[in-house]
T-cell receptor, first 114, second 111 residues
Framework: DGGITQSPKYLFRKEGQNVTLSCEQN?????MYWYRQDPGQGLRLIYY???????QKGDIAEGYSVSREKKESFPLTVTSAQKNPTAFYLC?????????????FGEGSRLTVL | RKEVEQDPGPFNVPEGATVAFNCTYS??????FFWYRQDCRKEPKLLMS???SGNEDGRFTAQLNRASQYISLLIRDSKLSDSATYLC????????????FGSGTQLTVLP
């Protein structure tokens, strides 16, 4: 079955540690996204990538980094520079071209900083 | 002013009721519009796209009003299973690949 796989689902981190969240898709989509969601809030864009080896900052990129070495993979690193990293992180890929298309999400990763 | 604004609710309605949500967007050049549904502690999933002429899918009707810059979602004969948060999504002008989410409207359908 095609889809997006995020891991881990739950992650605990000590302050000052970097952590990498995995996102893999087998939908053959070019565009991939990372969002952050805080309780009772909408999704805020961290980074997005429209093609391999290229990515753009979203609205809240500070303290995060990404790579896009393969079409299928778009990992997100939460660095120690991110001041409030506890949140629900969602990875997505976009089907279609132009202005249409559906976002397909992974099941998310819940990061808690202890 | 936020790019995409929604009434956060919560909307608590009895089964069988009709409920409507609005979503306003600030940029008149926005191109595409969508409603996503998010269940508690789950990922969002596409409910329906919103077309200029309006569109219907069973009990759900979506409408776009470009002049007033809002989209709406109407749910008729609401079911317990409709309880969720409904997210409005708008594409960013100049970039079809960047989408902006509203903060969501929470709906609870009561027995």
């Amino acid at each position: 079955d095609g889809g997006i796989t995020q891991s881990p689902k739950y992650l605990f981190r000590k302050e000052g540690q970097n952590v990498t969240l995995s996102c893999e898709q087998n939908l053959n989509h070019d565009a991939m996204y990372w969002y952050r969601q805080d309780p009772g809030q909408g999704l805020r864009l961290i980074y997005y990538s429209q093609i391999v080896n290229d990515f753009q900052k979203g609205d809240i990129a500070e303290g995060y980094s990404v790579s896009r070495e393969k079409k299928e993979s778009f990992p997100l690193t939460v660095t120690s520079a991110q001041k409030n990293p506890t949140a629900f992180y969602l990875c997505a890929s976009l089907s279609g071209t132009g202005y249409t298309g559906e976002l397909f999400f992974g099941e998310g990763s819940r990061l808690t900083v202890l | 002013r936020k790019e995409v604004e929604q009434d956060p609710g919560p909307f608590n309605v009895p089964e069988g009721a009709t409920v409507a949500f609005n979503c306003t967007y600030s940029n008149s050049a926005s191109q595409s519009f969508f409603w996503y549904r998010q269940d508690c502690r789950k990922e969002p999933k596409l409910l329906m796209s919103v077309y200029s002429s309006g569109n219907e899918d069973g009990r759900f009707t979506a409408q776009l009003n470009r002049a007033s810059q809002y989209i709406s979602l109407l749910i008729r004969d609401s079911k317990l299973s409709d309880s969720a948060t409904y997210l409005c999504v708008v594409t960013a002008p100049g970039s079809a690949r960047q989408l902006t989410f509203g903060s969501g409207t929470q709906l609870t359908v009561l027995p």
